[in-house]
């Protein structure tokens, strides 16, 4: 019997356990900011896994990190992301939920609540931010400020959510 060897972040191989401690997914959780409010876990010194919630009619600063690149995975509801190398000259994309975006180091972005017109759709975007580099808390340039939102109408859009708050 040969048996294949596989990466250790290949998940198809995890049965019952997930690769990594439970703890490793415990967070703090930040209800600070008026566009939204998110968790975040530290993976590794270089990597943090955030899940984020964008209040309905709410968006992110417009802002750049120098050492830092994103992966963004919208679960929830749509989001329109702002994407560029200058401020001033922002592509705007809707991403909807089952869909990704990255932001590349020293790229300017923000993120918008956008309710397509499509009944179903969540009143809130919620979305999974995994950050690479160097996480220095004074790695970011803000450009304008955020824009506030109101929490959603109907319902805690954390709860059963993968990070979980530390006790």
Known sequence: MT?????????????????????????????????GEFTEAMLDPSVLLREIVVYPGARTSIHCHMHQSELNIVAEGAVEILLGTHPAKLRTRLVMAG??????????????????????????????????GFAAPDD????????????????????????????
Do not use: C, K, M, Q
């Open 3 to 35: 048996t294949e060897a596989r990466h250790p972040t290949d998940l198809s191989v995890w049965h019952s356990e997930p690769p990594f401690p439970d703890e490793l997914l415990t967070g703090t959780h930040d209800r600070s900011h008026v566009w």
């Open 140 to 167: 970011i340039e803000r450009h304008e400020p955020a824009v506030p939102g109101g929490p959603p109408p109907d319902g805690n859009p954390f709860l059963g959510g993968l990070v979980r708050v530390r006790p």
């Open 99 to 132: 869909h990704a975006y990255r932001v590349p180091a020293g790229t300017y972005h923000a993120v918008r609540f956008a309710r397509p017109a499509h009944p179903a759709t969540r009143p809130w975007a919620r979305l999974f931010e995994l950050v690479t």
